[in-house]
């Protein structure tokens, strides 16, 4: 493994996609690691340079640490929101998150409980561990293997899209590579029960990310094992590798993170796709990225026994499946799983009345979970009595309605779902405070709020839900409740109608108000 030859690779890469990487870089660490991530890394590189700087007591670099914390100080009290403000629920969620911790976080407050013998929360222990492994693997894992995508495309495709970021949240993917996460997860934790093996498997799936993005046919448990064959013999070699970035990771300490998320972290994961790209064109059993991160043909690319071809369109075109089970452009074999099932996607008013509602109660879940994480109490948020917000399902099946056209490219979905979800957000506070005098969302204070009825963290979120929507949870959705027998199809539909209708009558005689669900309650 020629390490300088494929750092200098790297670097040519990069430069060619230089922007979009630092997008991306940046939008991984905040998917990732949540707003407070940039926060955090200044604070742990601030209190670095402050030890650094009690080591050598009245030295001129003692002197200039100093400077140099305390002028960022002054900066970020500027910049800071006032204490007065409000930064609004989500960052109360990571705030809350951040209390939580880790799983080791966890382990450390159930051990302190037993040795002291005081009783265990496990229902609260259940619900810590629960929100962490929804999060690592939703999220954080699948995140990351968007990257890996993205850095292997970039190798070729000189104009590879941002929104490779979330092409893990495509149908015929999110459910397999959500399974990787947690098995890779699960098998590290178990080897971390040894002296040594959960540092010898971190490095032999070390390439799990980048096999899964580059072959998204394999099971989780192939795509392991194909990643412990590519770095057998190779692990020495791939520690080196990571010390080899040392002397970037000092420069980042010392610029408060700035050379980290401006240039560390991008070069780092297009080395990483190097080295992979290096490490599987001489492996038996998996093609090198650089041989088939190609726009031909597929007849084009070369072959051999063992080999799987896989080629990234420049769209990311899904399979368009015909009667052979074949790609209708160049003939390209479709992967399992991975075929465009339009028989699967919402065709009439019941479809999109099953889709309204799983909106309103997820939407109903989304905010119930948000006020138990901030205020550690039940509270039935919502403006009727039922587990459902009318204003979820609304916007999302407008989403799915006007965005369908889009499904296959995530990052025009997001900005799409951004604007239709606050469009409707606003409409529905305007017309729930002039018909009924009613306010159940304030956003006054939040970061780049209108009027106090749409804020720039809930277009966000709205924009996350509409991918969600649109490639996942609305052809699922349609997918399951076809499998009911056709007399069940439309009777369950007219008893849930039943009930939201009688849920609108009650809401509309008596009001669901109270604290935490309408403002000054």
Request: charged letters at 20%.
């Amino acid at each position: 493994m020629d390490r300088p030859g494929l750092k200098r690779a790297a670097r040519t890469a990069l430069r060619r996609h230089y922007l979009p990487a630092v997008v991306a870089v940046i939008l991984l660490v905040f998917l990732v690691n949540g707003p407070l991530a940039v926060s955090s890394t200044v604070a742990t590189n601030e209190a670095l340079l402050r030890a650094g700087a009690d080591l050598l007591p009245g030295t001129r670099v003692a002197a200039a640490i100093d400077a140099a914390v305390d002028g960022l100080d002054a900066v970020q009290q500027a910049t800071a929101l006032g204490s007065d403000s409000s930064r609004g629920k989500l960052h109360a969620v990571y705030v809350r998150a951040e209390d939580i911790g880790g799983l080791s976080a966890v382990t450390a407050d159930v051990t302190l409980d037993l040795l002291e013998r005081v009783p265990v929360a496990w229902p609260g222990v259940a619900a810590r561990l629960g929100l962490l492994a929804g999060l690592y693997v939703f999220l954080s894992g699948l995140v990351r293997i968007g990257a890996a995508r993205f850095f292997l495309e970039a190798r070729a495709d000189p104009a590879v899209p941002v929104g490779r970021l979330f092409c893990a949240y495509r149908r015929g993917r999110f459910l397999r590579w959500a399974g990787l996460v947690a098995l890779k997860r699960a098998c590290l934790l178990l080897w971390g029960l040894t002296l040594v093996g959960a540092v010898v498997k971190h490095y032999a799936w070390y390439f799990s990310d980048y096999v899964a993005a580059a072959n998204p046919a394999l099971a989780p448990r192939d795509v392991l094992r194909r990643s412990a064959e590519l770095t057998r013999g190779h692990k020495w070699r791939l520690v080196l590798f990571d010390l080899s970035f040392l002397p970037w990771y000092l420069l980042s300490v010392v610029t408060f993170g700035a050379v980290k998320y401006l240039w560390l972290d991008p070069y780092y994961y297009s080395a990483r796709a190097e080295v992979y790209a290096a490490l599987a064109e001489g492996s038996p059993v998996i093609l090198s990225p650089s041989l088939t991160l190609r726009t031909g043909s597929a007849k084009d690319l070369p072959a051999s026994p063992g080999h799987e071809i896989l080629r990234f369109a420049q769209d990311d075109r899904e399979c368009a499946q015909d009667d052979k089970g074949v790609r209708d452009d160049d003939n390209v074999p479709c992967h399992p799983g991975e075929s465009r099932d339009l028989s699967s996607a919402p065709a009439g008013l019941v479809d999109y009345f099953y889709c309204f509602l799983v909106f309103s109660f997820v939407g109903w879940v989304y905010e119930v979970a948000i006020e138990f994480v901030e205020l550690g109490t039940f509270v039935n948020r919502g403006t009727m009595y039922g587990p459902w917000i009318p204003i979820y399902g609304v916007g999302g099946v407008a989403i799915v309605v006007l965005l369908r056209r889009w499904a296959g490219s995530p990052l025009k979905v997001f900005f799409g779902a951004m604007g239709i979800g606050g469009v409707i957000e606003w409409v529905g506070a305007w017309a729930l405070w002039h018909l009924r005098h009613l306010v159940y969302w304030d956003y006054q204070g939040y970061f780049l709020n209108f009027q106090g009825r749409v804020a720039l963290e809930s277009l966000l979120s709205f924009g996350l839900m509409g991918v969600a929507a649109v490639e996942v949870c609305g052809p699922l959705v349609v997918t399951l409740v076809r499998r009911l027998p056709p007399h069940w199809y439309r009777r369950l539909a007219l008893l849930l109608a039943l009930l939201f209708l009688a849920d609108i009558v009650t809401s509309i005689a008596l009001p669901h108000t109270g604290e935490g669900i309408t403002e000054g309650n």
